[in-house]
C-alpha cells in the first residue's frame, strides 16, 4: 500500500521559512514523480508545486515561485518543499501527492493526475 506522510508544517511569521517534507513507502517512489499541493480554508485544493521522477524538472505555481523550492532524495525516499519569505495567504494544508507516471509534462497541476495523497500538514503565517 502507497503510503505518503508530511511533516514540518506549523505556525510561523511573514517572512519566515518553513521546510515541509513528504515521506514515501520505498517501492513507489522512485519511479514516481511528485507533487505539492494546498488548501486554504473555504477555498479548493490547488496546485503548488511538482518534480519529476530523477528530480531535473520542476515546476511552479505562480503564486510561490521564486519563494518555494521542490526537491526530492530518491536514496531517503523523500521530497521536500522548502518555503521561504511566506506570506498570510500561504496559510494552508499543505498535501504531498504521487502522480501516475515518471516524467509529468503538461500534467503537472493536474489533480486527476495524481494517485496517491498524504494526510496533509498545516502551516499557518501570521502578519
Known amino acids: 500500500q502507497v503510503q505518503l506522510v508530511e511533516s514540518g508544517g506549523g505556525g510561523v511569521q511573514a517572512g519566515g521559512s518553513l521546510r515541509l517534507s513528504c515521506a514515501a513507502s520505498?517501492?513507489?517512489?522512485?519511479?514516481?514523480?511528485m507533487g505539492w499541493f494546498r488548501q486554504a480554508p473555504g477555498k479548493e485544493r490547488e496546485f503548488v508545486s511538482a518534480?519529476?521522477?530523477?528530480?531535473?524538472?520542476?515546476y511552479y505555481a505562480d503564486s510561490v515561485k521564486g519563494r518555494f523550492t521542490i526537491s526530492r532524495d530518491n536514496a531517503e525516499n523523500t521530497v521536500y518543499l522548502l518555503m521561504n519569505n511566506l506570506k498570510p495567504e500561504d496559510t494552508a494544508v499543505y498535501y504531498c501527492?504521487?502522480?501516475?507516471?515518471?516524467?509529468?509534462?503538461?500534467?503537472?497541476?493536474?489533480?486527476?493526475?495524481?494517485?496517491?495523497w498524504g494526510q496533509g500538514t498545516q502551516v499557518t503565517v501570521s502578519s
Open positions: 518534480i519529476g521522477g530523477s528530480g531535473r524538472s520542476t
Open positions: 520505498r517501492h513507489t517512489f522512485i519511479d514516481y514523480a
Open positions: 501527492a504521487r502522480h501516475q507516471r515518471y516524467f509529468i509534462g503538461a500534467s503537472y497541476n493536474r489533480m486527476s493526475e495524481y494517485e496517491y
